[in-house]
């Protein structure tokens, strides 16, 4: 059995609400200046915070202005900031618990293995709740098969590793479909059923209201119980501060740092397919060849699991008959939605072959919204 990637002991637990969106992010890296190598050991840091509402903030490896409507951000008073770790879009804000551990990264770690561990420790907190969560695919944990958390992970030069987590409590999809730039479902006729059938919030789960303060009771005993923790009430150092208000001007609300984007372009496109329920319609979108995203809406009263199935089993494949062919069958979509896998297939293709065609024209997708969550080819 291998060893827990952090020790248990006494954890220093910090509990801010209502934070900036740079001064939120620049005190998560500046508390990880004390675990850099050659510094003393320190036992880790658990954070459970709340951003200010509301604050959008994009995966380290995105594009800016293709995850996130700048114009909307001004006319509603979002912030607008970039995270070290990586993932995808996301908004933050009274509704959501932001969680951030920090330590010394452990030799040999990789950053899935952290990431998987940890998401246990998310798990074991919502279970307090009565949730039954499970961590799926590289940035999800999901409750009842629609994500309720995404997660992350970062480990800098000098040996500080920080993990990030947004807990759902609550979400107004209204308003997160106004600010993010989420792909397919803002260009389908009920983006908001398509946005509700995939996430879900501790709020649906429970039957209760919830905010991101009140489940930091629940996710702090959480990894107290799966680390063997006691948690210790504590606040930043005024050395951890002074660093936080600087990085929070010099990066986290620099033009440098929002500006920075992958190279390569994407595209998007759509097509329909017709079926004894009604029309459903396929969106795409694509990096090259590949499909990086594919979301499947319709007049569906329940969303089929196996049309969940093959939108994840359809990322990351080429656009090749073959392959997208079997990527239906495996998913057992063709005998959910009553029609033949070839004629499914024939429309995801067509939907690439218009991604194809506008890639040029489209701003850069690097991995997705947190909403519609897509595979990251490089860190965590």
């Known amino acids: 059995m291998s060893r827990p990637i952090l020790p248990g002991g006494r954890w220093r637990l910090i509990a801010d609400d209502g934070v900036g969106a740079a001064e939120g992010l620049a005190l998560d890296e500046a508390l990880m200046a004390r675990y850099a190598r050659g510094n003393p050991e320190q036992p880790p840091t658990l954070r459970l915070y709340t951003y200010r509402s509301h604050c959008a903030l994009v995966g380290r490896y995105q594009n800016l202005e293709a995850e996130v ?9 979002t912030e607008v900031s970039r995270r070290p770790t990586g993932g995808g879009a996301i908004v933050m804000g009274a509704g959501q618990l932001g969680v951030a551990v920090v330590s010394r990264a452990r030799a040999g770690q990789t950053p ?14 919502l279970a307090q709740l009565g949730i039954e969560a499970v ?13 309720i958390a995404g997660l992350g992970l970062y480990v800098d030069t000098d040996g500080g590793m920080l993990f990030h987590a947004s807990v759902l409590a609550d979400l107004d999809i209204g308003f997160m479909l106004e600010v993010l730039r989420i792909p397919a479902a803002k260009l389908a006729d009920k983006a908001a059923g398509a946005v509700a059938q995939r ?17 930091r009771p ?15 009430p504590g606040c930043a150092d005024p050395a951890e501060r002074a660093l936080a208000d600087r990085l929070a001007v010099e990066r986290y609300s620099s033009q440098a740092w929002l500006a920075d984007r992958s190279m390569s372009a994407d595209g998007s496109g759509s097509a329909a397919v017709k079926t004894p329920a009604g029309l459903a319609r396929i969106y795409i979108t694509t990096h090259g060849d590949l499909v990086k995203n594919a979301i499947i809406v319709g007049d569906f009263n329940v969303l089929p699991r196996a049309v969940v199935e093959m939108e994840s089993a359809l990322r990351w494949r080429r656009l090749d008959e073959s392959a997208v062919l079997a990527a239906v069958r495996a998913s057992g ?3 959910a939605l009553g029609v033949p896998a070839s004629l499914i297939s024939s429309a995801v293709l067509e939907a690439g072959r218009q991604a194809g065609e506008r890639a040029t024209a489209e701003p850069v997708r690097a991995v997705g919204s947190c909403y519609f969550p897509e595979p990251a080819r490089s860190q965590a």
Do not use: Y
Not at 69 to 77: I, K, N, S, Y
Not at 112 to 125: D, H, K, N, T
């Open 218 to 232: 629940a996710i702090a005993a959480g990894f107290a119980g799966c680390f063997g923790a006691t948690m210790a």
């Open 135 to 147: 961590f799926r695919g590289k940035h999800d944990l999901e409750a009842d098969g629609r994500k």
């Open 333 to 335: 979509a063709d005998s």
């Open 69 to 77: 409507d700048l114009a909307a951000c001004e006319r509603t008073g």
């Open 112 to 125: 899935r293995e952290g990431i998987a561990e940890f998401a246990g420790s998310v798990a074991a907190g």
């Open 199 to 215: 996430v879900t919030t501790v709020a649906e789960q429970t039957g209760r209201p919830f905010d991101g303060a009140a489940l």
